[in-house]
Each structure stands twice: as structure tokens, then as C-alpha cells.
């Protein structure tokens, strides 16, 4: 049975982080994170929207459900470990006394680039979540400005500028245009989406941010709920039984967000602008799954209907239902580390620290900072 350690000693753990035109500073004092499930530490749970997550989720680290869908840790987590940061709070999580002096994170599940519809999942796409740093930011100077706020919890003035911006955010336009449309449609969107996501990096430049960090979208003919939905033609199928059309859309999406981060550079000459291939980490890590210890690349950990894939539409992780005259509880396996995917939609914490690992690694980025490596992931588990 493989632990998190023993997939520890299989990768290559090494650090952060170097990216642009001009010469790094890798001491900046907060990370303001947008983007969706893949990032989300608990913002559209705090929201109160959709079906509350439930156990399993959070089993792995947590030991409870933590506003992440996953059993435990995301890659966001590990990337804040490695830069001795604590997680980050999730922006609308109002209990405990949340701090924010190291930064937030305004990623919420099931958001999109763009303006979200009447069918979205989340309300608080993109555009909306640049309102919500404005509107932190003006707060937190206006209290700074009169002398009322406890700096214990909130960024100072000059985080804002020397601060590092991160997004993860994409997949859902994408993943979710495939319901009405064709891959040729989907690809078509593409530039539309990215013109939405170059306006939004623009306001928080105009706003100060110079450091960005910018993932590219992953594998999402990978995931198990795709397949299960669109993947009945095993002539659409790849030899990992990943769905082609996904994936090339995913790719295409890639190309033209790596060509808007170089643009970036550009627009803004005094921004570092890295841009990361998360795509390529994620879909090496599938093609390869037991080289680095894993035995199920697909299927899911936490899901219900058995191999192949484990998932159904109807009922997803930790719920109760009745399906079909019977009572039906979806589960976890034994041992989530076997798994690269949780739930049919997200990563599993083994998943995600080998991902995290990769990233840190410099490899997959541009500009590279393999020969810069100022961090060491500290896993604490």
C-alpha cells in the first residue's frame, strides 16, 4: 500500500520560483490566488452554494471536509509550503477569524473566465473575482489610511504591489462548452475567452500587481466525468482512454494563453510574467502513472459504478441518494495514494504533490527557473 512518502521518494522535489523580463525578487510577502476547483480553498462552500461538501473530502490531511474538493491537499498548498507561507484563506470565509496578511485566494469552484449564466455552477467568475481583490484592496487601505485595522490579519499597503499574483482558471469554459457545442465551436470560443482573461490581468496591473503566475489548463478528456458523459465511442478515446477532443481543445486553449503571457510581457514592461504548463505535468503523470507509483490513472477514488471510471452523474463524493429504488452512499477507496483522480472531476493529494513537485522543478515553465531555486518544498503531513 503506497503512502504519500513512498510517492514523495519517486519524484523530483525541488523549488520556486523565477519568472520575467527582469531580474527576481523572491521575497514577496503575499500570494493573491484567482481561479477555480483546482485552487479553491473554500470559497464557494463559504458561499453557501450547491451541495455541501461532505466526508470523505479532506480525509487525507485535514482529517474533515476543508473547502477543498479533494481528500486533502491541492497543489496551491503545497506551493504555499513551499514558500514557508500558510495556506491561504478563502476570501468569503468569514469564521475563525480568517488572516489575510500573507494574501488570499478568491478561486471558487466551478469558475469561468467569463461572465457566468444562469447554468453556471459558480457565480463568481473571473471578472468578479478582480472586483473582490479591488474591493479587499481599497478596504484594507482605507483602514490603513485611518489607523482602525489589526495588521495582524490583513496585507500592508505595499503587499499589494510586491505581492505574487496566481491564476488557475479556464477549464470550466471549456469543459462546459462541450454540453452545446462541437470541438471546432469550443476552439472557436477560445480567443473570446482569453480577451476576457487579458482584461482582467490588465485592471489588477493597473491596480499594482507586477509578478504574475499564470497556469495553463490540464488534461480534461483525463477526467472520469468527461468520459463517462462523452466517451461512449471508444473510437474517441485516445490509447489512455483520454477523450482527443478534450485534449486538443485543452491544447489549443495552451497555445493561445502561452502567446497572451508573452504578449503580457510586452503590455506590461515592467511585470514578471510566468506561465506554467501544467497540462504537460498532468498528462505525463497519466501516460506514466506507475513509474511513479500510482495503479489507477483514471478511475475515480471516491465515486460510485466500479471500473472502469467509478463515477456517476447523479451522485458524486460523500453523498446519499436514492438511484434506481435504492439507497446509494458514494464512498472512498481504501487507499486514495493509488489514485491520481478523487472524484471523477479533481485531483487526489498524492495527485497534487506530484504535480506541485513538477512545478517546482522550473522545468515546465516559462521563463525556466530550473537554476533558480531559492525554495525546498517542507511537506508536513
Known sequence: MATLGDIFSTICVVSLFYSGTLAIDFNFPAVFNFGDSNSDTGDLVAAGIGEPLLHPNGRSYFSRPAGRFCDGRLVIDFLMDAIDFPFLNAYLNSIGMPSFQNGCNFAAAGSTILPPTKYSVSPFSFGVQVAQFLRLKNEVLQLLSEGKLNVKYMPQADYFSQGLYM??????????????????????????????????????????????????????????????????????????????????????????????????????????????????????????????????????????????????????????????????????????????????????EAANLHVASQILSGRYSDPSFIDDMPFALKLKF
Not at 471546432?184 to 480577451?195: E, F, G, K, M, N
Not at 488534461?219 to 485534449?247: M, R, V, Y
Not at 491544447?251 to 515592467?270: T, V, W
Request: overall charge neutral.
Open 167 to 348: 491564476f488557475d482558471i479556464g477549464q470550466n469554459d471549456l469543459a462546459s462548452a462541450f454540453y452545446s457545442k462541437n470541438e471546432d465551436q469550443v476552439i472557436a470560443s477560445i480567443p473570446t475567452i482569453l480577451s476576457e482573461f487579458e482584461r482582467g490581468l490588465k485592471k489588477l496591473y493597473e491596480q499594482g500587481a507586477r509578478r504574475f503566475w499564470i497556469h495553463n489548463t490540464g488534461p480534461l478528456g483525463c477526467l472520469a466525468q468527461n468520459i463517462a458523459i462523452f466517451g461512449k465511442d471508444p473510437s474517441k478515446q485516445d490509447e489512455h482512454g483520454c477523450l482527443s477532443a478534450h485534449n486538443r481543445a485543452a491544447k489549443q486553449f495552451n497555445i493561445q494563453l502561452h502567446a497572451l503571457s508573452k504578449q503580457c510581457r510586452y503590455l506590461f514592461p515592467d511585470a514578471n510574467i510566468t506561465y506554467v504548463d501544467v497540462f504537460t505535468i498532468k498528462f505525463n503523470l497519466i501516460a506514466n502513472f506507475s513509474r511513479y507509483g500510482f495503479e489507477h490513472p483514471v478511475m475515480a477514488c471516491c465515486g460510485h459504478g466500479g471500473p472502469p471510471l467509478n463515477y456517476h452523474t447523479e451522485i458524486s463524493c460523500g453523498q446519499t441518494k436514492i438511484l434506481k429504488g435504492h439507497k446509494m452512499t458514494v464512498k472512498a477507496c481504501d487507499d486514495a495514494t493509488e489514485h491520481l483522480n478523487w472524484d471523477g472531476i479533481h485531483y487526489t
